[in-house]
């Protein structure tokens, strides 16, 4: 069965503190994976689409790696204003929907 | 801005009183997604317009429905609401198959008494 997880569930930070958030995933065939930002009570916004394995984008203090089995996003040096829900997904080559995970939900503390 | 809107922002409604929640689009966008996603969970595709053609999850309560009447506007009505169909509603929109970036609206949260 096609699968998304990510973790940790929630991650508290200091600010100034990096870390990384994971996501594995079990598809069959890859078509895209995308990383979302959510606030609370908002919806999704677009980060990072990755397409291949070795992959990475960047965007202020976020950078996103891909594997085979999973993707990472790093975040360096993080501020209180990067306190938000991590969504990843991914996009399937058959039935060509995406599968989101749960989240990891990011807070960082002054 | 172009983007996504959805009304109300805020909905109550009794358990089993019918609901409809609305989408609107300025970006011209072919398909558009309504997902319902509850607390700390990921979000669940509903179903999908391609233009008018519609698309429904296998695992999507009969309760649920949705309307298109033109590329700009999209609804979702819930016949019947339950306690269980108390969620974030999110309305996403993309150019095509094959450009899988979605631009999600604000969404339209659901509370069920």
């Known amino acids: 069965e096609d699968q998304v997880t990510q973790s940790p569930e929630a991650l508290r930070l200091q600010e100034g503190e990096s870390s990384s958030l994971n996501c594995s995933y079990t598809v069959s065939g890859l078509r895209g994976l995308f990383w979302y930002r959510q606030d609370p009570g908002k919806g999704p916004e677009f980060l990072f689409t990755l397409y291949s394995a070795g992959e990475e984008k960047e965007k202020e203090r976020l950078k996103a790696t891909l594997t085979k089995k999973e993707s990472f996003l790093h975040i360096t040096a993080p501020k209180p204003e990067d306190s938000a829900t991590y969504l990843c997904?991914?996009?399937?080559?058959?039935?060509?929907?995406?599968?989101f995970g749960q989240g990891t939900e990011l807070s960082v503390k002054p | 801005d172009a983007m996504v809107i959805q009304n109300p922002r805020y909905q109550v409604t009794q358990f089993g009183k019918p609901v409809t929640l609305s989408c609107s689009q300025t970006l011209n966008h072919n398909v558009m997604y309504w997902y319902q996603q509850k607390s700390s969970q990921a979000p669940k595709l509903l179903f999908h317009y391609y233009d008018k053609d519609f698309n429904n999850e296998a695992d999507t309560p009969d309760n649920f429905q949705s309307r298109r009447p033109n590329t700009s506007f999209c609804f979702l009505d819930i016949r019947s609401p339950g306690l269980g169909d108390a969620a974030m509603y999110l309305c996403a929109t993309s150019r095509g198959q094959g450009h899988n970036v979605l631009t999600f609206g604000a969404g339209s949260r659901l509370t069920v008494l």
């Open positions: 997904a991914v996009h399937q080559n058959t039935g060509g929907k995406l599968i």
